[in-house]
Structures are given as C-alpha cells and as structure tokens.
C-alpha cells in the first residue's frame, strides 16, 4: 500500500514537518527500521487517552502548534504540552518536563532536534508513557531502541495529525484535506 505522508505541494502536510535537518548525504539511507504498519499505528491511536507534545510552541508558524490545534480541535485526546520555556499555549499549562506531567501520557509525541530524542525517549521511558512518536521528518533508531527495550511502541516519522486525520476519512493518502465529502465510514480512536 503507498503510503505518502509527505505532500508533494500542500501546506497542511508542510506544517506537520520539521525542519530538513542539516546532516549530508542522501536521505534515509542509514534506515534500518522497520515502524509499524497502518493497522498497528491506527491500533497505538486507538488505544491512546492522553499525548503529551514535546516541544511545543506558542507560535502559530511551528509544525507543533499546527498539530496541537488539531488535537485540541479534532480528537477526543487529553493534549498535554511540555516546554521548559513556555508557561501557556492555546489556553492551556506548559510542562517543564515529562515528569512534571499530571498523567501518564499514552502517546508522547516529540517535536525536537535529532540529538535531543535519544534523551527524551528515556524520559518517556521513566514516567511510563506507552508510545514514542517521533514526528515527520524526525528519524533516530538510537531513541527507537531506547523505547522499543522498554516496551513502548515506536513511530517515526509519521505526522500524528496526519495519521489521526487520514484514519477518520479527513484526508485522502497524500494527508491533506481535499474537500470532499465522502461516505466512507469514520474510524472513532
């Protein structure tokens, strides 16, 4: 089955995207992961209460905000943000860290720089959280493994707002909306 979760031309997709990190040589070449299938990412959102966004941002141009307006807006997720830096976003408190949560998050999503993920799977790891999702353009089998050893699922590079969107029937397999109403049956998390 394609697969595409990068959109070739539509900003949706772009906002779900981090920045092309600056390592050289060709992309995904070093890639020796396998992640989970559709089925098994549709069971991790299924099963998912809560996610906490690592690296979350009050700027509405960040890929972070982008996603957690749609979880706030569009799924049935308790959103939890965490940034040392910030104190509120979209309304709601802003974590210093994982442990500083008041739950136990299902689904840490991460928004961070490459070195940064090893770190923060092991936090994930420390409070117990049961998914690692490491967002579109974020790849690091050291942080993979870090989770995997500790039995928490992994995603990487995958958009949670664009998996959680594609799987209800709101986008077609490129990820973005295409305006079409369909009668296609919704999928409930």
């Known amino acids: 089955m394609s697969d595409a979760n990068t959109p070739a031309t539509a900003p949706q997709g772009d ?8 390592a050289s040589g060709p992309a995904h070449a070093e890639r020796t992961w396998q992640g989970p299938t559709a089925p098994e990412r549709l069971g991790i959102l299924r099963r998912a209460k809560s996610i906490a966004i690592v690296g979350a941002s009050n700027n509405p141009s960040r890929a972070s905000y982008f ?6 807006s569009s799924s049935p997720y308790d959103v939890y943000f965490v940034n040392p830096r ?10 210093a860290s994982l442990a500083d949560l008041p739950v136990v998050p299902d689904i840490v999503d991460v928004f961070r720089k490459d070195e940064d993920l090893p770190g923060v799977a092991r936090e994930a790891v420390e409070i117990g959280a049961k998914a690692l999702w ?3 353009g974020s790849w690091n ?3 993979a493994a870090i989770a995997e050893d500790a039995g928490l699922d992994v995603v990487m590079d995958r958009c949670v707002k664009i998996e959680h969107a594609r799987f209800h029937g709101g986008l077609h397999l490129a990820g973005f909306d295409t305006g079409v109403i369909s009668s296609k049956r919704q999928v409930v998390a």
């Open 15 to 22: 906002a779900c995207a981090l920045p092309a990190p600056a």
């Open 67 to 72: 996603v957690a307006t749609y979880l706030l």
């Open 86 to 95: 910030a104190t509120e976003i979209l309304g709601q408190p802003v974590y």
């Open 134 to 136: 490491l967002q579109l």
């Open 141 to 143: 089998e050291e942080a």
